[in-house]
């Protein structure tokens, strides 16, 4: 089956096991998809992640943080769609639930978040929001 949208994907894969309260979730590998996860871990929304190997195939298995059995992450969207595409100028960052979220933006320097972003005055396309 072909994907034509994977980081959709990934964030679909992520929202359904939250909603069943998985402990992890298995996602097909790609280096997009990896520095999505490290953007995520980093900021506190995954506890943690690992690349592994099977059948010939690389999947990231990712490992869902929770506090007090809820799940850190409330929401993710994704924004920049195959069809249409949502840039940003680093003047122009958007700001996910007044700064209690976060935008994941691909920036010429790598995956970063909008405040991160911002402070190196960089823009890019805007690939989701969590929350």
Not at 41 to 53: C, F, I, K, M, P
Not at 75 to 96: C, D, E, F, I, T
Request: charged share 25%; proline share 3%; hydrophobic share 40%.
């Amino acid at each position: 089956m072909t994907i034509n949208d994977p980081i959709a994907d990934a964030l679909t894969r992520i929202r359904n096991a939250k909603l069943v309260k998985h402990e992890s979730v298995t996602i097909p590998a790609s280096n997009l998809k990896e520095e999505l996860i490290k953007v995520l871990q980093a900021e506190g929304y995954v506890e943690g992640y690992t690349v592994e190997e099977k059948d010939g195939f690389k999947f990231i298995n990712v490992t869902l943080k929770y506090v007090n059995g809820q799940n850190v992450i409330t929401g993710l969207q994704r924004v920049s769609k195959p069809g249409l595409r949502v840039y940003s100028k680093a003047k122009n960052m958007p700001r996910v639930f007044d700064g209690m979220g976060i935008a994941v933006i691909s920036t010429s320097k790598g995956l970063m978040t909008e405040k991160a972003a911002r402070a190196n005055k960089l823009g890019g396309e805007v690939l989701c929001y969590v929350w």
